[in-house]
């Protein structure tokens, strides 16, 4: 029986890089977690331990530092795209990059005028926003080509009304009662997979991305829900009815469950005004939406 090496790669996780843009007394700041990973020819690291073709992750981590301040960060995409074309290009050793990027909002603080401020002009001071996190991961392959995935994470939503659940299949296990009137809530992770690289649309990734985040929002509130899989279907299906350069979608939504206080030991009725927000256990439905002509995901999602 022959052992062999099987499919690797290594990098640097977690690098974390604010970068202020400085415009007189306005200030913008762009706060991202990057992560790399390459694989190429690295069979001698892991049978001999000789590191002839190893990128130090060190080196990886100051790279993104580097190219932060010599490019700027813009869309987390773009930035993406510059380090893995990077690694890829510039050894020789590195024949495929891995690159992804969570970005953390802030919002500005508003400075009033005050005896001892005179600050008015000054746009220096955030608080670190709610909204959710804003992703990306980015394959470059010397014969592959490229792929962009863009995406969210921790987007919660919830429909007071407009949703239902009955019709399911019960057994002797079943104790939910079917409902015609619920709460519907969830933490929305998406991530949406581009045709092609940074030329494939005459968009840019910002619209592309507020676009893209706001067809979820209509279709999870434009939807009468008879389940969250059919919620799910129709947010994926907004979205690539949306952005033409989208061909697939990926969902994962866990039921953020509210169930209906007993008032009645207290003599109160409860006409679905008060709530138990359950955080666990928890059902979690996945899935994905696509066009009939994606092309091979390959390696995007990984």
Known sequence: MAIVLGPNRYGKAETRVVRVVREGGTHHIKDINVGSALSGDMEAVHLTGDNGNVLPTDTQKNTAYAFAKKYGVDQIEDFALLLARHYVD?????????????????DRIPVKEGPNLGLRDQQHSFVRSGREVRTCVVHHDQDEG?????????????NSTGSEFHGYV???????????????????????RHRGDDSAFDSSYADSYAEARQALLDAFAETHSLSLQQTLYQMGRRVLDTRKEVCEVRLT????????VDLEPFGMDNDNEVFFAADRP???IE????????????????
Not at 90 to 106: D, G, K, L, N, T
Not at 176 to 186: G, S, W
Not at 253 to 260: A, E, G, I, Q, V
Not at 287 to 302: F, I, Q
């Open 282 to 284: 928890y059902g979690l």
């Open 90 to 106: 510039s050894q020789p050793s590195i024949h495929h990059a891995r690159v992804e990027i969570e970005e953390y909002f802030w």
């Open 170 to 192: 019960q057994d002797e296990y079943t104790t939910l009662k079917p409902t015609t009137d619920r709460i519907l809530a969830t933490e929305v992770s998406a991530q949406w």
């Open 146 to 158: 490229t792929t962009v995935v863009s995406g969210l994470k921790d987007l919660v939503v919830l």
């Open 253 to 260: 939504m866990p039921n953020k469950h509210h169930f209906l």
């Open 287 to 302: 899935g994905s939406v696509l066009t009939d002509d994606a092309p091979d995901a390959g390696s995007a999602w990984n």
